[in-house]
């Protein structure tokens, strides 16, 4: 999932749903540097104007594999029918051999991925790490390994925040 989709210019039209008082802004480079106090904190779904986003064609096979993890992902289980299927439409399909780095610690974070195969490694370095340590793969606090049906990539988005933690292949 592209964050750019959670938010729209000032000058286009919202949602018939959204409410008058509210204001959708592209975060400039000084917010992108200003974390969220919560991962619930100003994340309303239901402002989503899905006729901005972008649609990838998708086979029922694929449809039959991402709206499962989508109906039980807690960003998106709360959404109908309609909104799951504009969603999955929106997802891009990507794919990545061994070693390669999905998402690298202290990178900004600009997509979620939610992996229908294979498994990826994650590695967490330890508290305070600067990201360009040239130690940094020596300072590693704990890896774990996920599987399909996973999803990750969402903290920085939520929290307005830097990777906190390294993602590859595996």
């Known amino acids: ?59 029922d096979k694929e449809m039959r594999e991402i709206l499962p993890l989508l109906k039980g992902n807690f960003l998106t289980k709360n959404l109908n029918e309609v909104e799951l299927t504009k969603l999955a439409c929106a997802m891009k399909p990507q794919q990545y051999l061994k070693k390669e780095v999905l998402i690298r610690y202290g990178d900004v974070g600009t997509n979620y991925f939610i992996l229908v195969r294979g498994n990826v490694k994650i590695s967490v370095p330890t508290k305070g790490t600067p990201a360009n340590d ?37």
């Not at 239901?46 to 064609?57: A, C, E, Q, T, W």
Request: no cysteine; glycine share 6%; net charge positive.
């Open 1 to 59: 999932l592209n964050p750019n989709m959670f938010r729209t210019a000032q000058s286009l039209p919202m949602s018939k749903n959204t409410p008058s008082s509210f204001k959708q802004v592209i975060p400039n480079r000084e917010s992108m540097n200003q974390k969220r106090g919560s991962v619930f904190k100003k994340i309303d779904m239901s402002v989503l104007d899905f006729s901005k986003i972008h649609n990838y064609k998708k086979t």
């Open 134 to 170: 040239p130690e940094l793969s020596n300072k590693i606090a704990f890896t774990k390994y996920m599987g399909a049906g996973s999803g990750f990539g969402e903290l920085a988005l939520l929290y307005n925040d830097k990777r906190s933690a390294t993602i590859e292949a595996v």
